[in-house]
């Protein structure tokens, strides 16, 4: 059961907006969402001694919230809100799971269909039907020293979005989502109740697109990184987790523009606490 309590920022006005960050580079681009709930049931099927089949389905429900309306710049009245209804996802995954003395390798590929989102109690859009392929490789060279390489490909069909003339949803007329292609190659070390891991990554996003949910504009771009993260075992089932990463991404805006290059570093720290 995965739940998200409304204790975010929904809202930002003027130019506060701005500070949602490209979701290619932050995990989560938004500021708050409304109450999130979702239940995921799932069974392991073991085959054999080394080989196990993982099926698990997911629904979320996903609570109203208020976010910022367009700024009008010529009007001297506050900055409206506009009431979102978003929609409720539905996924289905599937996993492959192989391993041989060191050597663990994973497939898994999963399926996300979405309803339609809720501006002011209008239907006004529905995100396209997501697809996710993935694979790891991993093998342990010791107790304490393990490599794991993971490929990631996630695509989506075109949006639905509102017809004003029909006042009902239809599809775009051209596709506004983007493949997304990542790799990430990670080592880590264990002593103690430390574990130290050095990575790089590599992601593609193969066209422009847009996020309705976020109202953002994501350009085509490549994106590389590298840095670690370094966790510490407290007692069993508590740990800390910090990690710091710098990356490099060349954007391609469009055909008649230069690319424009970012280069920069994120941190995360966070913990883990098992009951």
Known sequence: MSVNLPSGTTALYGSAANARMDQDIVDLATFGEGLNIGPTVGVNLPIGE?????????????????????????STEPQATTLVGPGRVAAQ???????????????????????ATYLDHISSYALGDRYTLSSTAGYAWTQSSST???VSWTNAEKNRVLDPDLM???????????????????????????????????????????????QQFIPAKTRMGTGGSVQYAIREGMSLK???????????????????????WIAMFGGSVKF
Do not use: C
């Open 50 to 74: 080394q080989l196990i089949v993982t099926l698990s389905s997911g629904y979320t429900w996903r609570g109203a919230y208020r976010m910022e309306a367009l700024l009008d710049p010529a």
């Open 93 to 115: 995954s599937a996993s492959l799971g192989y391993q041989l003395a060191n050597l663990t390798l994973l497939v898994s590929a999963s399926y996300a269909r979405e309803t």
């Open 148 to 150: 794991t390489f993971t």
């Open 168 to 214: 009902k949803i239809i599809p775009e007329s051209f596709l506004s989502n983007s493949a997304v292609y990542r790799y990430r190659l990670e080592h880590s070390f264990a002593t103690g109740g430390w574990t130290i891991a050095p990575m790089v990554n590599f992601m593609r996003r193969d066209q422009n697109s847009y996020n309705p949910i976020t």
């Open 242 to 264: 910090a990690s710091a990463e710098r990356f490099w991404i060349n954007e391609n805006l469009t055909a008649l523009t230069p690319d424009l290059r970012v280069r920069g």
